[in-house]
Nanobody, 129 residues
Framework: QLQLVESGGGLVQPGGSLRLSCATS????????IGWFRQAPGKEREGVSC????????IYAPSVKGRFTISRGNAKNTVFLQMNSLKPEDTGMYYC??????????????????????WGRGTQVTVSS
């Protein structure tokens, strides 16, 4: 069973940056597609970004494109989400998810289509002055 642990969340002022990490201790993530999702209070979960197994495909939600970057760490068990120019509407619980069975060049952030096998418990991001 792959266990994912998110970290790096916190309170930040508008315009600030955070780097979220998604890590697993027992397995590698370099053979998994990784997705980042978020959920604000009272709202449905939404996809933020994903990275395909091969690393060829990166997808970003329009609301974060140009501000967020997904990447794999040098250690094969970590994936990052660099978040810059944060806005109050970025506030929410951020979750990472892993999918081992997708085509190497495909990943998904549409929650109705995504079929991630493993999910973390989330890390809270609050953007407020």
């Amino acid at each position: 069973q792959l266990q994912l642990v998110e970290s790096g969340g916190g309170l930040v002022q508008p315009g600030g940056s955070l780097r979220l990490s998604c890590a697993t201790s027992r397995f590698t993530l370099d053979d998994h597609a990784i997705g980042w999702f978020r959920q604000a209070p009272g709202k449905e979960r939404e996809g933020v970004s994903c990275l395909s197994r091969s690393g060829i495909t990166e997808i970003y939600a329009p609301s974060v494109k140009g501000r967020f970057t997904i990447s794999r760490g040098n250690a094969k068990n970590t994936v990052f989400l660099q978040m810059n120019s944060l806005k109050p509407e970025d506030t929410g619980m951020y979750y990472c998810a892993a999918d081992w069975k997708s085509h190497p060049t495909i990943c998904e952030i549409d929650d109705s289509k995504a079929q991630y096998d493993y999910w973390g418990r989330g890390t809270q991001v609050t953007v407020s002055s």
